[in-house]
């Protein structure tokens, strides 16, 4: 299955199984589920016309926005090295307070996140580049770090980074996570999780 594929769907047991493989590629597999965590709730929250459902979904956003920074922030202290941080935005407001941005780095492009809040992490020194790609650049963050080619690169140095040792931090794991045979990569997998119906 591909990123996009799983996240298009609504099976919450193919999602949960999917962030479990994720994670089993270390410490950018955190950082790839919490990004697509991050984006999918966002979408949903964008979609939904009831105020409860659209509450919830970005209630979701802002749980999976601070295990990202924390990822990032433990990735960052086992000595990886990836631009990532926070700069207000006064051009979009919550109430009326200025809005927070939350910048991150992939090689596949630069992708951001709105917050009310500004929670743990860096001031960001770059600006937002313009685009408003940040699904698919993290769908092909999420689907290069399932295929194992992910090279995240040293800003400064420009050479590829290391992505061990880093420390654990449980937050990043809260939750339980139903176990759903799938196999990544089985376009009919969707279906066998569910029990053999097909889409």
């Not at 596949?108 to 009310?116: M, N, R």
């Not at 960001?124 to 290069?144: K, V």
Request: glycine share 10%.
């Amino acid at each position: 299955m591909t990123a996009r594929e799983v996240f298009e769907q609504s099976d919450a047991g193919v999602t949960k199984a999917y962030y479990a493989e994720l994670q089993k590629r270390g410490p950018v597999g955190v950082i790839a589920t919490n990004l697509m965590r991050c984006q999918k709730a966002s979408t949903r929250a964008k979609l939904y016309r009831g105020r409860r459902f659209k509450s919830s979904a970005y209630d979701n956003k802002n749980w999976a926005l601070g295990n990202l920074c924390i990822a990032l922030e433990n990735y960052r202290a086992g000595g990886g090295e990836i631009a990532y941080g926070w700069k207000q935005d006064p051009t979009v407001k919550f109430g009326e307070a200025d809005s927070w941005v939350f910048y991150v780095a992939l090689p596949q492009g630069q992708i951001s996140f709105h917050s009310p809040v500004r929670m743990t992490g860096p001031a960001y020194d770059g600006d937002w580049d313009g685009q408003h790609a940040s699904e698919e650049r993290i769908l092909a963050f999420c689907d290069a770090v399932m295929a194992g080619t992910v090279v995240l690169v040293n800003p400064i140095t420009k050479a590829p980074t290391d992505f061990e040792p880093w420390p654990s931090h449980p937050k990043i794991f809260a939750g339980q996570h139903q176990n759903v045979a799938l196999r990544f990569g089985d376009p009919d997998s969707i279906a066998m999780a569910r029990g053999g119906r097909r889409r």
